[in-house]
Protein backbone atom coordinates (compact mmCIF):
# COMPACT_ATOMS: atom_id res chain seq x y z
CA UNK A 1 0.00 0.00 0.00
CA UNK A 2 3.00 2.05 0.63
CA UNK A 3 4.27 1.26 -2.29
CA UNK A 4 1.55 2.30 -4.22
CA UNK A 5 1.24 5.78 -2.17
CA UNK A 6 4.84 6.58 -3.25
CA UNK A 7 4.65 5.51 -6.32
CA UNK A 8 0.93 7.79 -7.07
CA UNK A 9 3.04 10.38 -5.00
CA UNK A 10 5.88 10.07 -7.74
CA UNK A 11 3.73 10.58 -10.63
CA UNK A 12 1.80 13.66 -9.30
CA UNK A 13 5.35 14.88 -8.95
CA UNK A 14 6.45 14.60 -12.26
CA UNK A 15 2.96 15.52 -13.88
CA UNK A 16 3.36 18.99 -11.64
CA UNK A 17 6.71 19.39 -12.72
CA UNK A 18 6.11 18.36 -16.29
CA UNK A 19 3.18 21.32 -16.22
CA UNK A 20 5.61 23.91 -14.87
CA UNK A 21 8.30 23.05 -17.75
CA UNK A 22 5.22 23.75 -20.23
CA UNK A 23 4.26 27.10 -18.98
CA UNK A 24 7.80 27.91 -18.56
CA UNK A 25 8.84 27.27 -22.00
CA UNK A 26 5.33 29.10 -23.25
CA UNK A 27 6.48 32.16 -21.09
CA UNK A 28 10.11 32.14 -22.34
CA UNK A 29 8.70 32.27 -25.90
CA UNK A 30 6.20 35.07 -25.40
CA UNK A 31 9.51 37.05 -24.03
CA UNK A 32 11.10 36.12 -27.15
CA UNK A 33 8.34 37.05 -29.42
CA UNK A 34 7.42 40.44 -27.48
CA UNK A 35 11.50 40.98 -27.56
CA UNK A 36 11.44 40.58 -31.27
CA UNK A 37 8.06 42.83 -31.99
CA UNK A 38 9.74 45.28 -30.06
CA UNK A 39 13.08 45.03 -31.91
CA UNK A 40 11.99 45.02 -35.20
CA UNK A 41 9.50 48.19 -34.61
CA UNK A 42 12.16 50.23 -32.77
CA UNK A 43 14.86 49.41 -35.15
CA UNK A 44 17.55 48.22 -32.15
CA UNK A 45 18.58 44.56 -31.52
CA UNK A 46 17.07 44.02 -27.52
CA UNK A 47 19.19 41.31 -25.76
CA UNK A 48 20.66 39.36 -28.83
CA UNK A 49 22.19 36.65 -27.20
CA UNK A 50 19.00 36.00 -25.45
CA UNK A 51 16.99 36.06 -28.61
CA UNK A 52 19.17 34.01 -30.50
CA UNK A 53 19.54 31.39 -28.16
CA UNK A 54 16.12 31.31 -27.76
CA UNK A 55 14.85 30.96 -31.05
CA UNK A 56 17.35 27.85 -31.64
CA UNK A 57 15.28 26.13 -28.73
CA UNK A 58 12.04 27.38 -29.41
CA UNK A 59 12.20 28.12 -33.48
CA UNK A 60 8.57 26.23 -34.28
CA UNK A 61 7.13 28.01 -30.95
CA UNK A 62 7.55 31.32 -31.82
CA UNK A 63 6.88 31.20 -35.59
CA UNK A 64 3.25 30.29 -34.40
CA UNK A 65 3.01 32.76 -31.25
CA UNK A 66 4.61 36.36 -33.68
CA UNK A 67 1.14 35.91 -35.78
CA UNK A 68 -0.39 37.29 -32.68
CA UNK A 69 1.52 40.32 -32.48
CA UNK A 70 0.98 40.61 -36.60
CA UNK A 71 4.91 39.63 -37.19
CA UNK A 72 4.78 38.22 -40.59
CA UNK A 73 7.61 35.14 -41.54
CA UNK A 74 9.36 37.16 -43.87
CA UNK A 75 9.40 39.61 -41.49
CA UNK A 76 10.60 37.32 -38.49
CA UNK A 77 13.35 36.22 -41.12
CA UNK A 78 15.00 38.67 -41.72
CA UNK A 79 15.14 39.79 -38.03
CA UNK A 80 16.72 36.51 -37.69
CA UNK A 81 19.07 37.28 -40.09
CA UNK A 82 20.04 40.76 -38.97
CA UNK A 83 20.46 39.15 -35.30
CA UNK A 84 22.79 36.91 -36.72
CA UNK A 85 24.49 39.32 -38.95
CA UNK A 86 24.89 42.10 -35.94
CA UNK A 87 26.66 39.15 -33.69
CA UNK A 88 29.09 38.50 -35.93
CA UNK A 89 30.55 41.60 -37.00
CA UNK A 90 32.91 41.85 -34.58
CA UNK A 91 34.24 37.91 -35.01
CA UNK A 92 34.25 39.08 -38.82
CA UNK A 93 36.01 42.23 -38.47
CA UNK A 94 39.18 40.54 -36.81
CA UNK A 95 39.65 37.98 -39.65
CA UNK A 96 42.10 38.82 -42.45
CA UNK A 97 40.42 39.59 -46.46
CA UNK A 98 43.01 36.96 -47.72
CA UNK A 99 40.79 34.29 -45.12
CA UNK A 100 37.28 35.84 -46.17
CA UNK A 101 34.98 34.42 -49.17
CA UNK A 102 31.86 36.00 -50.94
CA UNK A 103 29.48 34.08 -52.24
CA UNK A 104 27.24 34.82 -55.04
CA UNK A 105 23.65 33.91 -56.57
CA UNK A 106 23.85 33.16 -59.96
CA UNK A 107 20.76 34.80 -60.25
CA UNK A 108 22.54 37.80 -60.43
CA UNK A 109 23.72 37.41 -64.11
CA UNK A 110 22.26 38.62 -67.01
CA UNK A 111 19.93 36.06 -68.77
CA UNK A 112 22.59 36.07 -72.01
CA UNK A 113 25.29 35.46 -69.42
CA UNK A 114 28.49 33.61 -71.23
CA UNK A 115 30.07 32.38 -68.21
CA UNK A 116 31.03 28.99 -68.06
CA UNK A 117 31.25 26.48 -65.41
CA UNK A 118 34.28 25.50 -63.38
CA UNK A 119 34.89 23.36 -60.43
CA UNK A 120 35.30 26.22 -58.38
CA UNK A 121 31.43 27.88 -59.77
CA UNK A 122 30.93 30.02 -62.53
CA UNK A 123 33.29 32.22 -64.29
CA UNK A 124 32.49 35.73 -64.70
CA UNK A 125 33.72 37.42 -67.95
CA UNK A 126 32.77 40.77 -66.97
CA UNK A 127 30.63 40.96 -70.54
CA UNK A 128 29.28 44.36 -69.28
CA UNK A 129 25.60 42.56 -69.45
CA UNK A 130 24.84 43.22 -65.75
CA UNK A 131 26.52 44.80 -63.09
CA UNK A 132 27.91 41.91 -61.04
CA UNK A 133 31.29 41.52 -63.36
CA UNK A 134 32.17 44.85 -61.92
CA UNK A 135 31.13 44.25 -58.79
CA UNK A 136 33.36 41.45 -58.61
CA UNK A 137 36.60 42.96 -59.20
CA UNK A 138 35.85 45.74 -56.79
CA UNK A 139 35.92 43.02 -54.32
CA UNK A 140 38.63 41.11 -55.48
CA UNK A 141 40.92 44.24 -55.52
CA UNK A 142 39.90 44.63 -51.83
CA UNK A 143 41.26 40.99 -51.12
CA UNK A 144 38.51 38.82 -51.21
CA UNK A 145 37.97 35.20 -52.83
CA UNK A 146 34.90 35.68 -55.08
CA UNK A 147 32.61 32.54 -56.11
CA UNK A 148 29.41 32.62 -58.42
CA UNK A 149 27.45 29.65 -56.75
CA UNK A 150 25.89 26.79 -59.57
CA UNK A 151 24.34 24.65 -56.33
CA UNK A 152 23.13 24.24 -52.43
CA UNK A 153 26.54 21.95 -52.61
CA UNK A 154 29.10 23.92 -53.49
CA UNK A 155 29.87 26.37 -50.96
CA UNK A 156 30.50 23.17 -48.88
CA UNK A 157 32.75 21.79 -50.76
CA UNK A 158 35.05 25.67 -51.18
CA UNK A 159 34.75 26.01 -47.53
CA UNK A 160 36.00 22.55 -46.61
CA UNK A 161 38.94 23.13 -50.02
CA UNK A 162 39.77 26.91 -48.61
CA UNK A 163 38.68 26.75 -44.58
CA UNK A 164 37.65 30.55 -44.95
CA UNK A 165 37.61 32.50 -41.44
CA UNK A 166 34.69 34.68 -42.84
CA UNK A 167 32.29 34.59 -45.21
CA UNK A 168 29.76 37.09 -47.01
CA UNK A 169 26.58 35.37 -48.34
CA UNK A 170 24.21 37.04 -50.83
CA UNK A 171 21.02 35.65 -51.96
CA UNK A 172 17.69 35.67 -51.08
CA UNK A 173 15.90 35.38 -47.71
CA UNK A 174 15.85 31.64 -47.47
CA UNK A 175 19.18 31.17 -49.14
CA UNK A 176 20.63 33.58 -46.44
CA UNK A 177 19.02 32.20 -43.69
CA UNK A 178 20.19 28.59 -44.30
CA UNK A 179 23.62 29.79 -45.28
CA UNK A 180 23.71 31.81 -41.72
CA UNK A 181 22.91 28.69 -40.34
CA UNK A 182 25.30 26.74 -41.74
CA UNK A 183 28.41 29.06 -41.17
CA UNK A 184 27.08 29.13 -37.47
CA UNK A 185 27.36 25.33 -37.38
CA UNK A 186 31.06 25.27 -39.02
CA UNK A 187 32.09 28.26 -36.74
CA UNK A 188 32.11 30.67 -39.34
CA UNK A 189 31.55 34.38 -38.91
CA UNK A 190 29.02 34.70 -41.81
CA UNK A 191 26.93 37.64 -42.57
CA UNK A 192 24.33 38.17 -44.72
CA UNK A 193 23.01 40.17 -47.41
CA UNK A 194 19.61 39.85 -48.69
CA UNK A 195 18.78 40.51 -52.67
CA UNK A 196 16.19 43.05 -53.40
CA UNK A 197 14.44 40.93 -55.89
CA UNK A 198 13.71 37.07 -55.56
CA UNK A 199 13.41 35.03 -58.06
CA UNK A 200 15.76 32.75 -60.08
CA UNK A 201 16.77 34.98 -63.38
CA UNK A 202 18.29 38.31 -63.29
CA UNK A 203 17.39 39.29 -59.36
CA UNK A 204 18.51 42.36 -57.68
CA UNK A 205 21.11 43.51 -54.41
CA UNK A 206 22.13 46.53 -53.98
CA UNK A 207 26.09 46.11 -54.57
CA UNK A 208 27.33 49.45 -52.44
CA UNK A 209 25.59 47.32 -49.32
CA UNK A 210 27.89 44.43 -50.36
CA UNK A 211 30.97 46.49 -50.21
CA UNK A 212 29.66 48.04 -47.22
CA UNK A 213 30.11 45.24 -45.56
CA UNK A 214 33.13 43.57 -47.12
CA UNK A 215 34.58 46.75 -46.00
CA UNK A 216 34.53 45.84 -42.61
CA UNK A 217 37.47 45.92 -40.31
CA UNK A 218 39.35 47.01 -43.30
CA UNK A 219 41.12 50.25 -43.60
CA UNK A 220 39.30 53.32 -44.53
CA UNK A 221 38.80 53.48 -48.79
CA UNK A 222 38.47 56.25 -49.77
CA UNK A 223 35.25 58.57 -50.53
CA UNK A 224 33.90 57.08 -53.88
CA UNK A 225 32.67 59.92 -56.29
CA UNK A 226 29.33 59.30 -58.53
CA UNK A 227 31.97 57.49 -61.03
CA UNK A 228 32.64 54.86 -58.61
CA UNK A 229 29.34 54.02 -56.82
CA UNK A 230 27.90 50.59 -57.83
CA UNK A 231 23.61 51.39 -58.64
CA UNK A 232 21.65 48.54 -57.35
CA UNK A 233 21.15 45.51 -60.13
Known sequence: MALELSFASLMVLIGEVTVVL???????AFILVALSALSIRKGRLYFPRVLK???????????????????????????????????????????????????LPQCLRSAKCPAHL???????????????????LRLQEMGYRVFIVPGSSFIQRMIKKYRPGAIIGVGCIIEVKD??????????????VITQKDGCVETIVDWNEVCDVARLGLPPAPLPGKEDQLPAG
Do not use: H
Open 22 to 28: ILSLLLF
Open 53 to 103: SGFYMLEGVVRGLTRLFGISDRELVTFLIRLQNSMNITTFEKVPVDRRAIF
Open 118 to 136: TPEGLKCENCGQCRTGDAI
Open 179 to 192: GLEMCDREGIAAIG
